[in-house]
């Protein structure tokens, strides 16, 4: 500029960005050979992808069996050619890696324990469906107990079924569930207590999460199934499945707590002055100030744990409950349906259930974590 | 707010709620009030009284103890000694003291602290709810009231990240407000905001003090001070220094402390 001063004479209008800058082909350029060391991870990445997709779609599709009654269908001999996956094995044990022993005529009752599940949870995680209060009550205080009634039965004229013949995917649903349902609230009375300005309960807790964070799940499970019973009095008979509930609840809570107080922390001070200038006591300022902005911050921490929790669930085959996974091995030893490929279908098959429900949760918690992140509000 | 059930406006009782029907004349009442912060000796000796209706603005330097003096009035933060009495209630560590208290003083913070999380009219309705138990419905009448009084009524379905600065800081007073407290306390409440929006802040302040409020106000606004305040105090390293009335204590400070800080702020 020659001169010192400028005034505007025209104002310039927006006009759109150069076509070299945008649309798939720039994005292409730019993001995947942009230089050399990006080509070489694309071609590199493409290669692995490649590798590992192949023999997938060969075992799971091509080469996979899909009729047949006994393990003579899946051998190699019969077929004459490679073989895949044995599905006939798993649509033969379908029932049991769902329900374990559950029996066959009462199964409709975890059936519409599902549905019921289901038909609450869906509208809860949809931001705009509305009665978000009774919904929320409806899953989390009325769901469980329904649910209790409906699976054990000896109520209601249902039948009585011991949680002993409850297995498969029952039960890491269940306690998946139950983990989650009982974990939060524990979790979020342990982060308040350690934050307390009580010293005695401040202390408590953090022995009490300290000591469930150091002790693998393994160990807690063996020490609910097998010492517990000694430290009860006789007359405290709990059920195995609950002895073992109440193990993951503790364990999942403590851990759960962590989460929840990293979110109480990020709460500036100013939100808890407000809240008390206005008179709002200690429960009220927490319940209607504090945890609904510090829950939702730790939204995808707290996935995580559920994630967790979900897959740590097939731990309780060391202590004889039988899970998905603990169902599966069962039915590996079933000679009439020993073939080579037996072991790796039923993996498979165990792999994509339990794929499709973490991935499920966890696209469901990045875009909660999105939409939060642009600030819409509920 | 259309009202066809005529008893049932609930802010036809505010003006009986008034400074100048309730009991007691003076609204704050603090003796040798000493405190610490660890070994920091941050309020000295602190000696004030405000009488029901007046308007104390207290000025000074940053870090002279302003905010720990307001905060001490609804017991935000407690002291090791003194007496503060708030509407005849003694302010101790009987958590019903401070309940009692803190219904009846509002509190505006430099920050607003909105709760980002609510609407401006849940904002607004919280407190009367929950503290004073009052039905949603009477929540909202006052809550839109008050909104209407701090110009702000088209605003109450959005959430404060919605507003600006200044907007904010209505709804804040707004908030405070709509408990219907006989005290306001104000802590630097447009020193966080665009200079642009200082004047509508202000202008609500300017109109709570007409009709009548109790306020205890923290500001560097001086034009503000001229306007509204019965009485001036400059506080400094953790005392009062110097407390008289607006004229006076602009046009004939006494201590050298205000002296220096009046030729600071007014250049
Ligand atoms: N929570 C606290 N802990 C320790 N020191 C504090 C705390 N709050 C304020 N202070 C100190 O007390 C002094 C007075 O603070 P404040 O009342 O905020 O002053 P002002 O509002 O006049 O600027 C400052 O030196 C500040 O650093
Ligand atoms: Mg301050």
Known sequence: MTSATFVRQQLIAPSNPPASSV????????????????????????????????????????????????????????????????????????????????????????????????????????????????????????????????????????????????????????????????????????????????????????????????????????FATYMLPFFLPESWKLDPLARVLIGVILFAGAYMSEVIRGGLQAIPRGQFEAARALGLGYWKMMAFVVLPQALKIVIPGMVNSFIALFKDTTLVLIVAIFDLLGQLRAAFADPNWATPVTVLTGFAFAGVIYFIISFVISRYALYVERRLSTGVAH | MDNDAPKADPTAAAPARDIRTTRNPIAVD??????????????????????????????????GGKSTLLRCVNRIEDWQQGRVVVDGVELTEDLKSIDEVRREVGMVFQQFNLFPHLSVLDNCTLAPMWVRGMPRKDAETIAHHYLERVRIPEQAKKYPAQLSGGQQQRVAIAR????????????????????????????????????????????????????????????????????????????????????????QILH
């Open chain 2, 30 to 63: 603090m003796t040798g009030v000493n405190k610490w912060f660890g070994p920091f000796h941050v309020l000295r000796d602190i000696n004030l009284q405000v009488k029901r209706g007046e308007r104390i603005v207290i000025c000074g330097p940053s870090g």
């Open chain 2, 176 to 263: 405070a407000l709509c408990m219907q407290p006989k005290i306001m306390l104000f802590d630097e409440p447009t020193s966080a905001l665009d200079p642009e929006m200082v004047k509508e802040v202000l202008d609500t302040m300017v109109a709570l003090a007409i009709d009548g409020m109790t306020m205890m106000v923290v500001t560097h606004e001086m034009g503000f001070a001229r306007q509204v305040a019965t009485r001036m105090v400059l506080m400094a390293e953790g005392q009062i220094i110097e407390v008289n009335e607006p004229v006076p204590f602009f046009t004939n400070p006494r201590h050298e402390r205000t002296k220096a800080f009046l030729s």
């Open chain 1, 23 to 222: 649309g798939t082909p720039a994005w292409l350029r730019q993001k995947l050979f942009g230089s050399a060391l990006n080509a070489a991870a694309t071609v590199i990445s493409a290669l692995i992808l490649a590798a590992l997709i192949w023999p997938t779609v060969r075992f799971m599709f091509i080469d996979a069996v899909w009729d047949g009654s006994s393990r003579v269908d899946c051998l190699e001999e019969t077929v004459k050619r490679p073989v895949g996956a044995c599905w006939p094995f798993i649509a033969a044990k379908f029932a049991q890696f769902m329900y374990g022993f559950y029996p066959a005529d009462q199964v409709w009752r975890v059936n519409l324990t599902y549905v019921v599940g289901l038909v609450l949870l869906v509208p809860l995680l949809i931001p705009r469906a509305p009665w978000k209060t009774l919904n929320a009550v409806l899953f989390f205080g009325v769901f469980p107990v329904a649910a209790f009634y409906l699976l054990v039965g000896g109520r209601f004229g249902l039948p009585h079924v011991e949680t002993r013949q409850w297995g498969g995917l029952l039960v890491t649903l269940v306690i998946t569930f139950a983990g989650i349902i009982g974990s939060v609230p524990l979790g979020i009375l342990l982060a308040l207590g350690r934050r307390s300005s009580l010293p005695l309960l401040r202390w408590f807790c953090v022995v009490f999460i300290e000591f469930w964070r150091g002790v693998p799940l393994i160990t807690v499970l063996f």
